[in-house]
């Protein structure tokens, strides 16, 4: 039985296995005979799954914390239809091993540097200096966080480079639509696409147990990231109350489309408008088929949280 | 000063002028020196214009009702920032002159044929055949009204073949997210995006003066449409229970995306929730556009009913 | 100690017995020590209690699943003011004792032959032709589901029979209100209260473990319904288009009241407002009276979940 | 041409008429040629109808108020579908001709005397002691008022007699649905009938020209009368903190069901929650019903304020 | 190892301690190996602490229930950041120790003689005869409850005393804003001020073990009082309907500003608006602070359910 | 008959008068004779009044526009209980008369000079040097804008220095509130309520003929004081991610309190939730005020559209 990396997906009920794992999530409970056991969730690339280790001593809690590399062997078991591990044995990885927590995080469907050249390329179509200046400023300024972080905490696009990923669909999208419409100002659109979530890369805390910060907290992605382009107008000689300027910033800020969602303003342009749909359409692809994944054809999935706790139908095949 | 037909659009202030014209709206009132007026909007297929006609005897109030075509002469003043037709001569247009009340209705950017080429094209995309099948089924048994209706009595699409133009624009859309996310089953995207709104054809009266019909205001749109398709599949032997059958009437039922607005059933399918937010895109920029092409550069546009009565900013050029 | 079928209802705390009884609803967990046991509720028609099975072995868990008939011996016991059994001993019922499913379940308070003999009668008062041959056939089409169903999955007239019995109630009240309001069309309030509910013949899967069927999730009871009024008409030879038709179709699609509700019309008629109006006063007595029935004198009941979550009072007798 | 009282349902189109009306509601207003005029509506027991005075003298304006009887000469006319007046000649009624305004405004179906009859012998059924005398007690203080009032301002029962014809109808609906339910406590679903809107004698300021009075305004009809039960307590010795007394309370405090509507707590009795459901559907046949009856059968009808602005439609004949 | 009374505040994490405290709150459990244990919240005047008693016999189920004054011997321990009380022995005080219930429970942080007198003194500002006389008369047959009772059941000021002191923080706002704006009637202010929340001595049970009566839960303290004043006007023979109690009455239904949150009527008097903010100021000041006492500077409170459920930040010293 | 400047408040009904006045508002209209005529509203310091200009001619039209000084003779009539001027001559003040706007518009009852002494004093008390530092660089950067807007275009504080008295008042609440609760951050409550406002100098145009500029409506004055703070924070080498800053731009942002009032945050500290209350308070107060000011003792003002539309009661005296 060798030991094997990342392969979490692939286990079948009843057999053995020997794997190492990352643990996502870890909290110490007391068991009714007054012991306490740590709940347990794994994961690596390709999934998670949860398991109870039993009788858990004062130096198991320090090791089998968020964010460790262990050996994992036991069983897949069916609880009530839930995969539940049944440990067997679990130890922490000796840093000889050379293992490091980008290998066991889920990440987008493409390499960082094919997102990068994507988005590049595409920034030749913002044919309007001051938005090209101010989004090329930007980009670079949050250039290793961007292509980091996911885009949520749990919702949508919550993986690696998640956030890369969801902004490059959405500019497929905002090019789309503006071939249809010759009406829609697309370098507007599509500066406005660009930098529409780049504030989460200050909101949010990174790509492993991801959490908000203060400053995400207090003041949320959407104004973060509309006080940075105001600075880096400053810094780049532009007014901020140019009106392309103002333009711009109100693509950032109108993009939840309501005031109940956090934007201080709703839509009053015509790319603004389009903006939050495209913003919308993307999400909701996303954590739909997300859901459809993990349910088997002719019923119905989990409820969805980001879509008011709907249930969605996986048609037969 | 020759007669012109159909140039409400490009009237000057201040100069007179002597067109052609039909009366889209009237309403007689009383002034309050107790003589009776004739509140009139005329229409071409340029645009419309308001006026007064004073002193309405009773013939002029019979004869300057709504769908008449009439010669108008007179001179475009501007009153608050509002044009209007100050009348100088009214007179009903003689039978012998030939026009027709199509000539003065506003249309959509393509011909009925143009329309009818490009959906019959799309059709072949429906690879499911009985979604093929009650879809053709459908479209022939409403097939005049489909591309004579609007889409809408006011809102969106409101001029003649706006019901057909208002489904291309959408099926383009469903085309080009379809090729973006694989994961979506473009048969079933572009049978309900053509059938969504095919209600519409018994819910309104038509393409001049539309009003809601008895079964429109008592059954609507969307129930009407998911009838006629159960009553396709017994004509065409399609069992009604079959589960293909289902997820296309789900498709037509679940469009409007929320109870609040009208559909029993909100999405449950992916498809469903795609559907549902390309018929919001592509009828939002109908909205605005319509708005934003009445206003001077630099400032706010009229409210919009249909989108929560926002005003929309037209940038400076 | 004999053995006693159906008496749920009148277990002494504290007093052994030994009874049998229908499992309702099986949940496998796992105890903090790793074993498994089952969580049980047992169910006959006088009522229901709560278990706990210890130390489940695979064969307990496939044996003591949901409808399984079986042997109960323990004492009831109060934990927290909430009865449970102590189970002494499970074991399954053999199928020689010929005991069967619809002994153990909850029941309407009048037998279905006395229930169809009611409603037949009440049948003839349906003077307009059109309305009465529709009830009769869709009456006839779906009458063994009719008089089996529940009205509910759990809110309301969660029983055998309990779709008849809502509809039989409703249709007293209907009587009675259209005798003290004469304006109201009484052929029409009764043709569609007889109706409104129909569709959860399709709707729910039946009396015993009922659940949403796939048409119910993506359809509704209130479209499945109205669908089938079309069908009835091509059967009958009955335009779909006649006024009579429109209205019986109204009344079943506007009678949730509420667009939020399910309802794609709000009522539009004074039948159908009425309508509205006896299947809420007949479900919410039904409600309230069966958390009173469980109800001390001069306390408060349980949360009514169908009623927002309200406690109701118990006079002090 | 003799002068007729209380014809105003029976004038036709076009033809001259001399009646005796009362002017309801008179409102001065300004010509656009600097000349004031009277904007009026004329009233008598079959109905209503407006009409304009135009050049008004001081002394028009000082006699032609809301309350004034007049013999108004003239013709009817329609102007875009309403029907109004042209008057011809107005002047104010000679006292010696002994006209009364209460032989011009509408009223209940029923005389005073019929329906303070049938009230007493209902009060038989009330046979809890403690609320026969509490109801005994406050129906005669408030005696007067309570068969003279409406029992709203415009909504509903807006008529003299209003709040007895509808207190009346409601305590019909409650025999019949008692009988129906035997676990509802008729006795003090009745008590709690006749004094649901007794407040309404204090909350508005008559039968004509019905106002809202300070108390009214600042304490509302619910609380007004609950106040009331707890002196009737105390000038009946009985102690306002006797349950069954709570409980008639709570039945007068809960009747609008929401919060939202007015009520301090929402149903918590069975008894309560009933008396909510007939005061609505007392209220809702009675306004859908007063719209039905100005409206064309195939036609829907104006919308209906108290009903959240819907339209009902009038099946054709 | 001396015993202590009163310092639960103090523990400090794995030392091992003996005093004595109340029980709060005892919930009876069923172990998954099928003993019973009770898991508990001691209480004294610093604080509160929960641990569990495992395999609890009859007796000790009888004994340590809500309200029990026990000796406790054990260590402090955080499980998951939370404290808990790690059990060694546990036993009933003897009553000859002398220990009385109200040593254990959270007070205001004046005494009940300091607060009597600041109250008592500011009546004097209370210039109109009548609204002194109605205060003077409810302060007093309500004021050993009013000096006992909390302001509410969980959510705010619920310690001993806490309707009293929440009602003088009020007074000394009302105070305050009346000196700066000097159009407010400040002896209407202070009157309602004082009664406002009066009726919560009929609402609630008392200081210890709280729940709400059923006079309480079918009335509510809002009308509770209101009932008061019209009874205290009968007694004192002022006219209910005299327009100055009229306002009064007012201010004291309208203090909960929206109808949703209970007042029968929202303010329509300067005073009753003004009334209704100082009564949310000074309970959100209070959730707040109680929440922010138990957060690590630099962190987020837990979620205040009086407020949403929103989390408060405490910044970093 | 002298000329007098400012006493449209002095007006008697009935006598004639020869005033200087400011017209605030001038809409064309036609009359339905087919003369132009305008609805104009004159003011001064003390009022405003309405009146119509008959037969108005182009030149007419192009002097008496909004802001014009003008000689208004005519006549205080009463027409449905609204005061109206019957113009007898109207014409344009002469430059040479020394007329200038500021006499005509309403003004804060302080002087300018008065306020910036109190305000500059209260600034001593913000202690945060950080916090000081912003505050100052602000004030002085937007002082002459800050000391002449009003805090509205129409709601509450419209007037010249409205926007500093507003600030002014809900600093002296800030002060006496921190007095009373000790656990407020004065420093932060103080710094956060004098730039709460601020954006108002860049979202609105000024004092008279007041409109929301571009920057104000995409952007929003809660956004706009947010930007600039990071800007000041940059100009005076403060870390814009320190945390005392993250505190103050929180304050700012959160002060509508609701996501559906406009602010991106909802408070999360308690001087947010307390600048939230103070704010409500003061604009509260003040449209209250407004409102009764021009309501006879005993009845009920008109509407208030910032509160919901209510009516407020002037209590006889």
Redesign the interface.
Known sequence: MAILAGQLANLKNGAPFQIVVMIKQA????????K??ISLIFQDRSGEISG?Y?DAKDEDIQHFASGAIVHLEGQRDL??GQP?VKITKLFLADSNEGFQTSQFVAQAPMSSAQMQDEIQKAMFDIQNAKWNRIVRFLLQKYQNAFYEHPAAKSNHHDFTGGLAFHTL?MM??AK??SQ??S???YSLLLAGTILHDLGKTIELSGAVGTEYT??G????H??LI??QI??AC?ALKIS??D?DV??L??MV?AHHGL????????????EA??LH?ID??DA??NM??KA?NKTEP?S?SERVFG??N????R??D
């Open positions: 909290e110490v409970r007391v068991a009714k005979n007054g306490r056991f109870m039993w609880y009530n539940q669909s497929r999208l789309a639509i249809q419409y009406q829609i100002n203060v400053p907290n207090l003041i949320g959407i104004v509309d006080e105001v600075l400053q901020e109350a009106e103002l333009l910033r109100h800020l005031l109940e969602y956090g934007s201080p303003e709703r839509p009053k342009l015509l408008e389009v749909y919308e359409i909701s692809i739909i088929s459809l002719g119905f879509l008011d709907r249930q969605f139908y048609p037969k």
